[in-house]
């Protein structure tokens, strides 16, 4: 009976992993928007703009710029964390990422080298969520009306 549920969950367990690397190509990949996929494709060149942003070309050179629906990006800010991109080009990478939809395109934001060993994307926090917090103040991030002290009687501070 032992080896029987032993058998069954080291079943399950590689049929459990099995499903979650599922990689999808670029193409299929447009169809999982906003969604954290794993991408497989083969990185034909490393294109860096002047500010610093870097893109991993994942279209044959037979596709024209216009034509082609899928990209890999990374910014200046990250460069640290991603290293160098170069070491991919001509390779087949598989890459774990949002998809993000970005003028009629589809994209990952390549944030950290972990991506490509299917860890998670770096947090960037919003900074629209940020306006006026300070660490030094110490006052919560958000205005949340239930943490002001003084404004109402809380149910559970009346005596009965």
Do not use: W
Not at 36 to 54: F, I, K, N, P, Q
Not at 66 to 87: A, H, I, P, Y
Not at 98 to 107: A, L
């Amino acid at each position: 009976m032992h080896r029987v549920s032993l058998c069954f969950f080291l079943l399950y367990s590689s049929a459990t992993l099995m499903a979650a690397r599922i990689c999808y190509t670029p193409q299929d990949a447009l169809t999982h928007q906003n969604k954290d996929v794993c991408v497989s494709a083969h990185v034909y060149d490393v294109v860096e703009l002047s500010d610093g942003t870097r893109f991993l070309d994942v279209c044959s050179p037979e596709t024209a710029d216009e034509n082609c629906r899928f990209t890999v990006m990374s910014l200046n800010s990250d460069r640290k964390e991603v290293g160098d991109l170069d070491q991919y080009r001509d390779h087949d990478i598989e890459l774990r990422g949002v998809v993000h939809e970005y003028r009629g395109q589809g994209e990952i934001l390549l944030s950290h080298a972990r991506q490509f060993h299917g860890g998670a994307e770096k947090f960037h926090p919003n900074p629209a969520l940020l306006h006026g917090f300070s660490a030094e103040d110490g006052k919560p991030a958000i205005s949340d009306p239930a943490l002001r002290s003084g404004r109402h009687r809380s149910v559970f501070m009346t005596a009965h």
